[in-house]
C-alpha cells in the first residue's frame, strides 16, 4: 500500500489550499480515508474521514472550513481547506483505513 500526498505549502491566513492524496495498492473504494495532522509539540489529530459510502466526519474545530472528498476513479481523497489560519500549521496526513496506512505527510504552513 502506497499513499502520496501533495499540495501543501506556505499560504496566508484566509487562503485556500487543496490536499490530494493517491492510493496504490489497495481496493481504495472500499477503504474509510482519513485525513489527520500533527502540529509541532503537539499529536497527531483526526482532521476528517470519508467512508466507502462517502459518509463524512469532521473533527468539530474545522466544521465549516474543511472539506474531505474522494474520486474513487483516481484512488485519490481530497481536502479542501477553505479560510486557514496559522494554528492550521501542521504536517498533514492521509490514512487508509484504521490501521498502518499512513503517507509521508505534506507540510502546510500558514502565515499570519
Known amino acids: 500500500v502506497q499513499l502520496v500526498e501533495s499540495g501543501g505549502g506556505l499560504v496566508q491566513a484566509g487562503d485556500s489550499l487543496r490536499l490530494s492524496c493517491a492510493a496504490s495498492?489497495?481496493?481504495?473504494?472500499?477503504?474509510?480515508m482519513g485525513w489527520y495532522r500533527q502540529a509541532p509539540g503537539k499529536e497527531r489529530e483526526l482532521v476528517a474521514t470519508i467512508n466507502s459510502g462517502r459518509s463524512t466526519n469532521y473533527a468539530d474545530s474545522l466544521k465549516g472550513r474543511f472539506i474531505i472528498f474522494r474520486d474513487n476513479a483516481k484512488n485519490t481523497v481530497y481536502l479542501q481547506m477553505n479560510s486557514l489560519k496559522p494554528e492550521d500549521t501542521a504536517v498533514y496526513y492521509c490514512?487508509?483505513?484504521?490501521?498502518?496506512?499512513w503517507g509521508q505527510g505534506t507540510q502546510v504552513t500558514v502565515s499570519s
Open positions: 495498492g489497495l481496493s481504495f473504494g472500499g477503504y474509510t
Open positions: 490514512r487508509a483505513g484504521w490501521g498502518d496506512y
